[in-house]
């Protein structure tokens, strides 16, 4: 059995990818094998989960050096300490466009990685950094699912259609079975007029299918970062909770009937 890859990814920076990408690898964990790849030399996910990226030694970039390099890869790069598998990052993985310019598959070296943890897991998610460069190419490479937080206002609209131009082209050159499963806005207030104005804008311009329910802004998305923990294990009641469950439900849902743009 394959394991399913979503990609979680935009162009602007602050728009929830972390938050969504771990809490919703957390959910996925109770259905199945998941692992969560933190491909951001940020290293939030990384953080979230816990760890210290300085004091991460052997991560997913000197993991993908070493398996580019001499072909080998090394099992005890992922941390699975807890619910769901991580494969961490540290700030060496700011290097990983320069390192593999020259490499004749360059964009698609983490496609290859992942094959070796195929059989290993049901999901496999993938964080990316607020850019379009190898990195967030690779990524979208390797992935089958594309799922794009947006915050809610119209300045993130700009960041939206930079994100929809990559995967236009990357559908159809490098990686033609990628799907757009859809579009999350995060940080959403349900009394603003703003937010109900750009929800319904966005919906207007990609349709309701390809909307997910809304992530509500909510102090205990941050609180439950500072414990390492999801969600929906330090506050599983709260609104985000409540909203990353339903989230999680669609973006099954949809795997499961390949709804979405592909």
């Known amino acids: 059995m394959m394991a399913k890859v979503i990609v979680f990814s935009n162009r602007k920076g602050g728009t929830g990818k972390t938050t969504l990408a771990f809490n919703i690898a957390a959910i996925l964990s109770e ?25 991460i030694n052997y991560g997913i970039y000197e993991s993908l050096v070493e398996f580019v390099k001499n072909g080998q890869l090394k099992k005890e790069v992922v941390v699975d300490t807890k619910s769901f598998h991580l494969i961490p990052a540290n700030q060496n993985l700011a290097a990983f466009d320069l390192e593999f310019a020259n490499l004749e598959n360059k964009e698609g070296i983490l ?14 998610l993938i964080d990316t950094p607020p850019n379009l460069g190898l990195t967030t190419l690779n990524a979208l490479t390797a992935a089958q699912y594309l799922v794009i937080p947006v915050k809610a206002d119209f300045l993130s609209l700009a960041g939206l259609a930079q994100i929809m131009d990559i995967f ?10 990628l799907i757009l499963l859809g ?4 940080m959403f207030v349900t ?10 804008q966005v919906t207007n311009i ?19 970062s500072s414990y390492a923990l999801p969600v929906h294990l330090y506050s599983p009641n709260c609104r ?4 990353l469950r339903k989230i999680a439900e669609q973006i099954l849902w949809r795997m499961k009937n390949e709804k979405g743009i592909g």
């Open 31 to 55: 259905r199945g094998r998941t692992l969560l790849i933190d491909f951001d030399s940020q290293a939030h996910s990384t953080i979230y989960y816990g760890l210290q990226p300085q004091s």
């Open 111 to 124: 496609k290859d990685f992942l094959l070796e943890f195929d059989s290993d897991y049901d999901y496999i």
């Open 168 to 177: 236009y082209k990357v559908n159809s050159t490098l990686n033609p079975s």
């Open 183 to 186: 579009i999350v806005p995060v």
């Open 191 to 200: 009394r603003t007029k703003m937010s109900k104005e750009f929800l319904e």
């Open 206 to 224: 990609f349709g309701k299918n390809l909307v997910f329910h809304p992530l509500r802004s909510d102090v205990k998305v941050m609180e439950s």
């Open 240 to 243: 985000a909770a409540v909203d």
